[in-house]
C-alpha cells in the first residue's frame, strides 16, 4: 500500500499527517528547547561543573520514572491521552526558565528539577509511543512514511537551530542576553503545545496490550553467555567514559575559547547535519560490509573525538572535528540499533530498551559526576586537558570490550530514529522507532529460541 493512495478524509490519512505535524512541531522544540539548558545556566552564574551535571543526570530522573510508564499508560488505555499528559509537563518545564530568564535568577536546584521533569516526560512518552505507533500504523507504509517523516523533522531541528542561534546572538554580550534564552524557552513551549493537537488528533489502537514487569536482573542472568549482554557492557562503559569529558564542552568553549554563541550553534548544528547526511551511506555501509565493521568505526571514531579540542585553535579545524564526530556517532547508533535488532529476542526488545535506557542514564550521570569530581571548581585548561585526556583513556579502556561482542548481522535493515536531543560532539540523543524497521524476505526477527 503506498501513501498517495489514501482518501485525503480517510482516518489513516488523518492520522499520517497528524503524527508528522507531531514530530515537526516536537523537533522545533529539541532545536530551541533542552539544548540550552546548560548554557543558560552558564549564564546565570552557574560554575562549569555544574553546567556539565546539568546535561548530564536529569536524564536519569526521567528514565529511572520511564519504567513505570508502560504500566500507568495500561492503566489509563489510552496511549494518545498519556503522551497528551508528558507532553503538557513538557510545556510546564520551560515555563519556570523563562521566567527566570526575563528575571535574569533562577536557583541551580530549580533548574535541575525542571531539567529532570523535561526528561521524565520526554522518555516517558517515547517507549508508549513506539508501541502506539506499532499498533495504529500499518506494517507496509512504515519505512517509507518514516523516511519522510524523519527528514522533515532533521530539517526542523535545523531551523530550531539556526533560529537559536540569531536569537542568543543578538543578545549576547548585552543586558539583554538572559532575554534570548527566555525567547527560546518559550518559543519551545509553544511548539510542544502546538503537537498536543496532533496528538488529540491520532487515534487510540482498538486494544491496549497488558503490561509485563521489566526485569533489570534481566543483564545479570548468565550475563557472559548472552550476546545481548555483552554489547549492552560495551555501550555502558563507552557512555561512563564519553559523559566523563562531553558534557563539559560547553563551559569550555564558552569561557576558555570565547565561542560567541552564533559559532556555538554552528558547531552543533554541523554535527548534527553530518550525521543525518552520513545515516544513508553507512546504512549502505553496513549492507556492504557488516555491522561490524560500523562498530569499530563509530568506537574509534567517538574514542578520538574529545582530546583534540585540546589542541584546536582555528574555527575551521573545530567544524572539522565536530563533522567527523557526527559521522562516527552515527556509524556509532546505527550499528548498535542494528546488533540490538539482531541480538535481542523480539519478545524481550520493549523490556531490554526500557531497562538499557535505565542503565545509559546512569552511566551517564556516573561519567558527569567523576567528570565534575575531576574539573573541580575553578578549572583552567591545564584542567580540562587533565579531564579531556581522562575521558579518551577510559574509552580506549572501553574499546578493550569490542572483540566479545557479537557483531553478525545477517540482514542489514533500515532503521529509522527520532531525535530526544542535539549534544555538542555527538551529533544528537537518538530513540530508534522499531515499527519503522521493514522485514527483510520475509523472515522474522530472532526470538528467545534464538538467543545466543
Known amino acids: 500500500m503506498r501513501l498517495g493512495t489514501f482518501r485525503k478524509d480517510s482516518p489513516l490519512r488523518r492520522d499520517l499527517v497528524a503524527c508528522t505535524g507531531d514530530g515537526m512541531t516536537y523537533s522545533f522544540m529539541v532545536g530551541t528547547g533542552e539544548t540550552y539548558i546548560a548554557l543558560f545556566a552558564l549564564a546565570l552564574g552557574s560554575t562549569d561543573a555544574q553546567s556539565g551535571l546539568i546535561a548530564a543526570v536529569p536524564p536519569l530522573v526521567g528514565a529511572t520514572l520511564q519504567l513505570l510508564a508502560p504500566a500507568i499508560a495500561a492503566r489509563v488505555k489510552s496511549p494518545s491521552r498519556w503522551i497528551q499528559c508528558c507532553a503538557i509537563l513538557q510545556v510546564a518545564s520551560f515555563l519556570p526558565m523563562v521566567v527566570g530568564a526575563i528575571v535574569g535568577a533562577l536557583p541551580f536546584w530549580v533548574l535541575f528539577v525542571v531539567a529532570g521533569i523535561y526528561w521524565t516526560s520526554a522518555l516517558g512518552a517515547a517507549g508508549v509511543w ?45 543586558r539583554w542576553e538572559t532575554t534570548g534564552f527566555a525567547a527560546l524557552f518559550l518559543a519551545a513551549a509553544v511548539a510542544r503545545f502546538a503537537s498536543i493537537r496532533y496528538l488529540r488528533i491520532q487515534r487510540d489502537p ?5 503490561h509485563k514487569p521489566i526485569p533489570l536482573w534481566h543483564f545479570f542472568t548468565r550475563y557472559w553467555h548472552r550476546a545481548d549482554a555483552r554489547l549492552v557492557s560495551l555501550l555502558l562503559a563507552m557512555q561512563v567514559a564519553v559523559q566523563f569529558g562531553q558534557p ?7 569561557k576558555q575559547l570565547d565561542v560567541t554563541p552564533a559559532l556555538y550553534l554552528g558547531l552543533i548544528g554541523t554535527s ?12 549502505l555501509l553496513a549492507k556492504q560490509k557488516s555491522a561490524g565493521s560500523l562498530l569499530s568505526m563509530g568506537a574509534l571514531g567517538t574514542t578520538f573525538m574529545i582530546f583534540p579540542w585540546i ?35 523480539s519478545d524481550e526488545r520493549t523490556s531490554l530498551m526500557s531497562g538499557f535506557y535505565f542503565l545509559n542514564s546512569l552511566a551517564m550521570a556516573a561519567g558527569g559526576i567523576a567528570g565534575s569530581w ?17 575521558s579518551t583513556g577510559l574509552r580506549v ?20 530514529s527520532t531525535t530526544l536531543a542535539v549534544r555538542l560532539n555527538a551529533g544528537s540523543i537518538e530513540s530508534p522507532i522499531p515499527g519503522s524497521m521493514r522485514e527483510v524476505d520475509g523472515r522474522k526477527p530472532p526470538t528467545k529460541d534464538d538467543d545466543a
Open 206 to 210: 482498538p486494544s491496549w496490550p497488558d
Open 248 to 254: 563539559f564542552l560547553n563551559p569550555y568553549l564558552l
Open 397 to 416: 579502556a572501553a574499546l578493550l570490550l569490542l572483540p566479545f561482542v557479537h557483531t553478525e548481522v545477517l540482514h542489514a535493515i533500515p532503521i529509522i
Open 374 to 390: 575531576l574539573l573541580g571548581a575553578s578549572p583552567d585548561a591545564t584542567t580540562y586537558a587533565a579531564v579531556f585526556w581522562t
Open 311 to 345: 589542541y584546536v585553535d582555528s574555527v575551521p579545524g573545530m567544524f572539522a572535528i565536530q563533522a567527523v564526530s557526527g559521522i562516527a556517532q552515527g556509524a556509532w547508533e546505527l550499528a548498535t540499533f542494528l546488533l540490538f535488532l539482531e541480538t535481542v529476542p
Open 130 to 174: 513506539n508501541t502506539w505507533i506499532g499498533l495504529t500504523m500499518p506494517a507496509a507504509i512504515r519505512p517509507r512514511y518514516f523516511g519522510i517523516r524523519s527528514r522533515l523533522c532533521q530539517a526542523t531541528i535545523l531551523v530550531g537551530l539556526i533560529v537559536a542561534g540569531f536569537t542568543l546572538q543578538s543578545t549576547d554580550g548585552t
Open 272 to 283: 548534527f547535519l553530518a550525521k543525518s547526511l552520513a545515516l544513508p551511506f553507512l546504512g
